[in-house]
Nanobody, 127 residues
Framework: QVQFVESGGGLVQSGGSLRLSCAAS????????IGWFRQAPGKGREGVSCISSTDGSTNYADSVKGRFIISKDNAKNTVYLQMNSLKPEDTAVYYC????????????????????WGQGTQVTVSS
């Protein structure tokens, strides 16, 4: 059974940090491009970051460059999003997702290409 379970969301003050985790089971995330998305209230889902399985290269939306870091631990079958210098505008529900048709990321991420999704975790940044 395929599962992609998220954790690590919560409430943090502006300037603080959080680390989100997505633990995969039923598939190896190392085989696929893995993305992080977010959806803020009243807005569409936005591709935040992606990590390629080919060479581990990473991509980031301009809004988070220099602040967020995507990484993975293949032994744990887990992908992470380290979020630093958080801003109130980062407040959103964050989702991890696996793109089964690609090993190398295409960015901006194409939501329709992603097959497996985490359940979402709320990140709230207070000012």
């Amino acid at each position: 059974q395929v599962q992609f379970v998220e954790s690590g969301g919560g409430l943090v003050q502006s300037g603080g940090s959080l680390r989100l985790s997505c633990a995969a089971s039923g598939f190896f995330l190392d085989y696929y491009a893995i993305g992080w998305f977010r959806q803020a209230p009243g807005k569409g889902r936005e591709g935040v970051s992606c990590i390629s399985s080919t060479d581990g290269s990473t991509n980031y939306a301009d809004s988070v460059k220099g602040r967020f870091i995507i990484s993975k631990d293949n032994a744990k079958n887990t992908v992470y999003l380290q979020m630093n210098s958080l801003k109130p505008e980062d407040t959103a529900v964050y989702y991890c997702a696996a793109n089964l048709m690609r090993r190398r990321c295409v960015f901006p991420s194409r939501e329709s290409e992603y097959d497996y999704w985490g359940q979402g975790t709320q990140v709230t940044v207070s000012s």
